[in-house]
């Protein structure tokens, strides 16, 4: 239970008291529960749109951007202006890359923000906005907001797992292959739930995942490596990939 709440610390904004916390070090072991993070965002969306009727769709729309943020996409969002700033992950002190995964301590990534990253970051909102607006004129499966919140978890996780990073990669060392398969099979398990109301939801999915390949692989050719910023940064934008695709399944009448 103490990596759980260690996991919530670390991925949400909610206020976990430290005692109930596992240690630090522990962080990468914890990973593996990251999809189930997933699934209490998109289910929080679910309830909002499902007892939320009596609300204006604008600001309904409002509700469901800030819960988002709270469940993690406020950290997605510091990631992303990060990576929007243009600047290289800085370089890790000898010291620090010489340490082991044990014993390395996980600190967030350093946010400079400039003009284009405060771009981005505002575009980043409004079409999150947006998308939740059309959404819900559209009236999309419910399903689809918790499909959405896990596989921006899956990319988090796969960037992490599949993909050099940025010494002493912390995450990357301690992220075994047994607890990838873990949070892998989750991952499917819950997405194949949500599909199951809506089977087209499946091909909704290749968009998002495309890009982060073409993301993490762009990445290491430009920058050489990937710090923690590129990860949330990657599960920002497929998450917002996969609505997309949604809204263009359900405006094609597809889904209905």
């Given amino acids: 239970m103490k990596l759980w709440w260690l996991l ?8 976990i008291p430290q005692r109930w916390q596992a240690e630090p070090a522990r962080l990468p072991q914890a990973l ?23 609300l ?9 951007l800030f819960g988002g943020l709270v469940t ?14 243009g600047l290289k992950p800085p370089p890790m002190p000898p010291h620090l890359a010489a340490l082991t995964a044990e014993q390395a301590p996980p600190s967030p990534p350093p946010l400079r923000l400039n003009k284009g990253a405060l771009l981005t970051g505002c ?30 978890r899956f990319v988090y996780l796969w960037g992490v797992y599949d993909f050099a990073a940025q010494e002493p990669a912390f995450l990357h060392r301690g992220f075994s292959r047994r607890d990838f398969q873990r949070s892998a099979l ?5 997405t194949a739930a949500c599909a199951w109301p809506a089977p087209l939801l499946l091909p909704a999915l290749i968009p998002p ?27 920002a934008w497929s998450e917002l990939l996969l609505y997309l695709s949604v809204m263009v399944l359900t405006n094609h009448g597809i889904f209905i």
């Fill in 209 to 235: 995942l495309l890009a982060a390949t073409l993301f993490y692989r762009g990445r290491l050719k430009s920058v050489g490596t990937l710090d923690e910023a590129a990860y949330g940064a990657a599960a």
């Fill in 123 to 152: 575009l980043y909102l409004l079409l999150q906005y947006g998308c939740f607006f059309l959404l819900l004129r559209l009236q999309a499966p419910l399903t689809v907001y918790v499909a959405a919140a896990v596989t921006a």
């Fill in 8 to 15: 919530v610390s670390k991925y949400t904004y909610f206020p």
């Fill in 56 to 64: 204006p769709y604008r600001w309904l729309a409002a509700l469901m």
């Fill in 186 to 190: 989750t991952s499917l398990l819950l």
């Fill in 72 to 85: 993690s996409g406020g950290w997605w969002l510091r990631d992303l202006l990060s990576v929007a700033s």
């Fill in 32 to 54: 593996a529960l990251l999809p189930l993070t997933g699934l209490v965002a998109g289910l929080l969306n679910m309830a909002l749109v499902r007892y939320g009727w009596a």
